[in-house]
């Protein structure tokens, strides 16, 4: 039985939301209302429903803004834009959906409504050059006090975007005097809804202009720039940092190995295939294929792979996954890395079975395994229902290996 919703999917999407609620993304109420509203619903009801929240939630924000109600405004602005951007969950996939599209614009107004308020810690959305372009970031700058401070650049996963980073990141971070830089690189946010760009496994050359940009801040200390990467930033995060030498620290949640390991023993392939994989017959995984895409496929499974994982790499077939899968690699470079790292791993975490390997992997002499329990509270992804906890664990270590030097 599910704690907001018998649809599985929609219990997934539903308690990520609510995870976010101990930072302000998002009002237990809102959320159960929502939820009842949707019942048994299909992907049409639950775009409908939570973009009707979102649009309730964003004119309140509009309302306490025009009064110069600034903090009352960032909240609500705030959930709007976290519900818009649940409300297109569903609808991941290419050809992409143009109530994704509009939902996405809606999220990005309400972000920059939040943004524009008048109140500690003060947001700017910023545009990071890039390969002839940009990639969208927003600084938050850590209240009161002069000069130069520790500033923590966050790399995003999968299917999150600036949005969510705020409230996973930022209110933690700013609360103990820290500036934070959240930026969407290739294939995640703008620049895959917008702009149709995929993921690439080359982070480091993602990093390498964000670090620029981020050092040519006056608000910035130069010798205290950490690297951090959530959900599977845990694999980005580090393959940057092996190629950034400007780093004091680097924290991957979770802490991940080569994708190739993981990713083939979860395949119907015979030890011979997963050997020489991708160099197989390419019609190998049609069968698994037709099951994903199939009346019977678990409904989790689907969103993943054929959705989301498909659009976010740039592929049109489950065996193009797979195979550009293969190319995220981080044993090559692991060794290269030279700050300071903290990795975690939450039990009932899958992505996070590599971090074992990739701690034995650094060479520095600081580094840090934290693992953190389902007894805890905190077990399941990225220590989702336990992000206090987490930031405790974390936050404690940075203050000491900064002021360690």
Known sequence: MGLLNENPLWEEFATRLLYTASYGGADFGEVLTTMARIGDGDADAWHREWSATAERVAGWAAQSAAGGHHVSARDAALRAASYHRAAYQPLYGAPVDPRLVASFEKESAALRLAADAACEPRFE??????????????????????????????????????????????????????????????????????????????????????????????????????????????????????????????????????????????????????????????????????????????????????????????????????????????????????????????EGDPLGAGAPALFDALTVDRKVLVRFGADEGAGGHCEGAARRLYHQRVFDWLDETLAAG
């Open 125 to 346: 959305l910023v545009e990071i050059p890039f390969e002839g372009a940009s990639l969208p970031g927003l600084l938050a700058l850590a209240p009161g006090g002069a000069g130069p401070r520790p500033t923590i650049v966050h790399t995003n996963g999968y299917d999150s975007d600036l949005t969510e980073m705020v409230f996973a990141h930022v209110p933690a971070a700013t609360a103990r005097g820290y500036h934070v830089l959240l930026f969407d690189g290739p294939g995640q946010g703008r620049n895959l809804i917008r702009d149709g760009i995929p993921i690439r496994p080359d982070w480091e050359t993602v990093v390498r202009p964000v670090i620029d940009w981020v050092l040519e801040r006056p608000e910035v200390d130069p010798d205290r720039v950490v690297l951090a990467g959530w959900s599977f930033g845990g694999y980005l995060a580090p393959r940057a940092a092996a190629f950034e030498p400007r780093l004091a620290a680097l924290v991957a949640d979770p802490g991940q190995w080569d994708l190739r390991e993981t990713m083939l023993a979860r395949l119907p392939l015979d030890d011979a295939q997963k050997a020489a994989f991708p160099d197989v017959d390419p019609h190998v995984l049609d069968p698994m294929e037709a099951w994903l895409r199939g009346p019977d496929a678990d409904p989790a499974m689907r969103w993943r792979l054929i959705q989301r994982g498909l659009w976010v790499h740039g592929q049109e077939t489950v065996f193009g996954y797979f195979a550009d899968m293969t190319r995220f690699e981080l044993s090559p470079v692991a060794g290269e890395i030279r700050c300071p790292t903290l990795l975690t791993q939450a």
